[in-house]
Every structure is written in structure tokens, then in C-alpha cells.
């Protein structure tokens, strides 16, 4: 099976989506009702796209093609508010956030799609394990072979991805001591981590027949990499993001992303190599359990480094590259990371003061909606 061809993009585009929870507004546990928000939002007129994940509790939104982070804003924002008010006439609401705090896997229900029930078919438990909640963003690639240099030097700042995005301390009722616990159920899928080594898109569709030979994969979709290429938009997706708990820190983090993107178009600033990855694992570890506060080393230089200190770094290197209209969200961002602040941080400060995760749920609806 062959790949298809990389389609034509503006590059340094955006996309961005968002998986989310769905509430119920009597316990703040989970509840399945995507059906009935997407019978009610069939006909809505939105930039992007809203549409079913795998199972019932969840939902997924998009934009469309986005310039910057003032557009990204824009759509998002029309978009939650058709979300609202579908969910004030179900009276459920809505919440970011990668992980429910307290809900039970094996009550959710699988939505009715095929390649859902297909999914459950191949990995069983795991598939209701994954109502977990992520952030996508797509960049626009000039072509395939920018694609995949873009990948690669995109993969050493998966840390500061992870770290800046995790809302996702608590699972099942408890505290993880991890910043991103929702990562920790993506790894449990054996095509998930990190993509292949290759620079040039004839290596990679070499790679892909030999895949499909095997009969393990039938498409791109079923690769579970934190970060992939996406031929058919032209794209490099990153996927390793906590849903935020607000759509300004969605947008911000897409804003990062093509900041990162632009500074790499422009100056080339290293060349990727396998050897990035001997600290990979680690590096995203020490992301995922520690947020900000974890430790990052070097690839290159293999020297160590705070990791809030590695992302204030990164943002002053980059800030020429910064589009008008994402300036102020990129200020945003840094703000947080000089204070060491993300949504994992506020979601234990919000269960500290109300000791009820129900509540902190309620919380987190309200700061959606808002």
C-alpha cells in the first residue's frame, strides 16, 4: 500500500483541535451525550469541524486553516459558543482538561462509528482507557522533505509541549504526582512514542510500504506518534498537548508552534539526527511527571538544564519570529512560565481549597465557558 502523495500548504499555517470532556452538571462526573450534542449541532455554522472521538463522554472540535493566533482565537471561540449553548439545552456542560479527575473507565461507552468499534476489536481495555483528552496542532510544511525536518526538530521541544499543556494530575479519583498522567495511557499503545528517522519523504514511504506489508497498519491514522506528518493536509501534527482547561491557552500553544516552526524555515538553526533521541524518553518523562519543574538535557550539547529554563530560553531565541497578531499570547505563555504555573498546577491549587473533585470539575466548566 502506498502513501498518499504531501498535499500543497501555506506554510506556517495552523489547525488546531481540541478533544473534550463532557459533564454531567448534578456530580461533574462524565456523561454520554456526544450524540446528543451532535444532533443538535448539526446544522451549526462554524469555521472547523465538531465530531465524535472514541467514546460517548468526549467530543472533538477544529478550526479551519488559521494565520496566526488572533484567527485560531476567532474560530475557536465561535466554535465553544455553539458548544455552550448546545450543552445549556442538555443541561451538561463542558471542560478541558487531558484527563476527568475521577471517572471510571469501564462505565464509558464506545461511540457508534466503525473505526471505533474496530479499535476496540484490536485493543480491548485500552480503548475506553483512552477517554483522555488532547490538543492537536497542525503547521503548514512547504513540502514533504520540509515536513519531516520540521518533525524532527520539532521532537526536541516535545518536553516543553508536554510541560506547558498538562492538566492532567488526577486519575480515578487520585493524584498521580504526574503533570501529564494522560500520556502515560497513550504510551500503552504499541505504535506510539516517537516516529521513524528519515529526512527525506522517498525514506518515509519506504518505510510506510514496508508497515503496511507486515498488515499492522492500514493508514497514517494508526500511528500513535507524538508527532506525525499529515500528507493529505500538508501538515506536521504534534500531539502530545493536554486539552487546556481555556481556549486562549490552546491558542497560545499553537502560537508557539509556529513560532518554532518559523524560526526553523528561516534560520535552520541545527540539523536533526538520530542521536537527538538517545535522551528523548527521558526528557519527556521528566515533562510529563514534573511539568515545569522537570529537567531537560541538551541533545546536542548534552548539557542539563531546568526546563522552564530551557522554555524561557527557546521563547527569547524566537520572539522575532512571532506574528503580530500571537505576540500577546505568546506574553501569555511566558508570564505563566516565569511563575511556574500551568493548568496542572491550578487544578491541585483548586482541589486543595475545595478538597471535592466534583468541584474542581465545576471549576474547570466554568473557566471553558468563560
Known amino acids: 500500500m502506498t502513501l498518499e502523495a504531501f498535499q500543497t500548504s501555506q506554510a506556517l499555517t495552523l489547525g488546531v483541535e481540541l478533544e473534550l470532556q463532557l459533564v454531567n452538571t448534578n456530580h461533574y462526573d462524565l456523561t454520554p451525550y456526544a450524540p446528543d450534542m451532535l444532533a443538535l449541532l448539526k446544522n451549526a455554522q462554524v469555521p472547523g469541524s465538531i465530531v465524535p472521538e472514541v467514546t460517548t463522554s468526549m467530543i472533538e472540535i477544529s478550526t479551519g486553516i488559521c494565520t496566526d493566533a488572533q484567527d485560531a482565537y476567532q474560530q475557536l471561540t465561535v466554535t465553544r459558543d455553539a458548544l455552550v449553548k448546545a450543552a445549556d439545552k442538555l443541561n451538561i456542560a463542558l471542560a478541558g482538561g487531558g484527563t476527568h479527575p475521577f471517572q471510571q473507565w469501564h462505565q464509558q461507552r464506545i461511540y457508534n462509528k ?19 483528552f488532547g490538543q492537536h496542532v497542525h503547521v503548514g510544511c512547504p513540502g514533504a522533505d520540509a515536513a519531516l525536518m520540521m518533525l524532527h526538530r520539532l521532537s526536541r521541544y516535545i518536553p516543553h509541549f508536554i510541560a506547558l499543556s498538562a492538566s492532567s494530575p488526577f486519575v480515578q479519583g487520585q493524584d498521580t504526582a504526574f503533570d501529564s498522567a494522560r500520556l ?38 494508526d500511528f500513535y506518534w507524538d508527532i506525525r506528518p499529515k500528507p493529505e493536509f500538508g501538515t506536521v501534527e504534534v500531539r502530545v498537548f493536554d486539552t487546556p482547561l481555556s481556549i486562549e491557552r490552546a491558542v497560545a500553544l499553537a502560537a508557539y508552534v509556529q513560532a518554532l516552526g518559523a524560526w526553523f524555515l528561516a534560520e535552520e538553526p541545527f540539523e536533526p539526527s538520530e542521536d537527538d533521541y538517545l535522551v528523548y524518553t527521558y526528557n519527556r518523562f521528566q515533562a510529563c511527571r514534573f511539568g515545569l519543574e522537570g529537567a531537560y538535557v541538551d541533545p546536542a550539547s548534552s548539557e542539563s538544564f531546568g526546563l522552564r529554563e530551557h522554555i524561557l530560553l527557546t521563547l527569547q531565541r524566537i520572539q522575532s519570529y512571532v506574528p503580530d497578531n500571537s505576540k500577546e499570547a505568546l506574553l501569555q505563555l511566558r508570564k505563566t512560565v516565569n511563575e511556574g504555573v500551568n493548568d496542572a498546577s491550578r487544578l491541585r491549587e483548586a482541589y486543595a481549597q475545595a478538597q471535592q473533585l466534583p468541584e474542581v470539575v465545576r471549576q474547570s466548566t466554568l473557566r471553558f465557558r468563560y
Open 184 to 221: 502515560n495511557s497513550v504510551f500503552a499503545f504499541p505504535l506510539s512514542g516517537r516516529a521513524p528517522f528519515a529526512l527525506h519523504w522517498e525514506d518515509f514511504e519506504r518505510y510506510y510500504e514496508k508497515m503496511t506489508a507486515t498488515g499492522v497498519i492500514h493508514s497514517m491514522k
Open 114 to 132: 466503525p473505526r471505533f468499534k474496530e479499535i476496540t476489536a484490536l485493543y480491548g481495555y485500552l480503548t475506553k482507557q483512552f477517554t483522555i
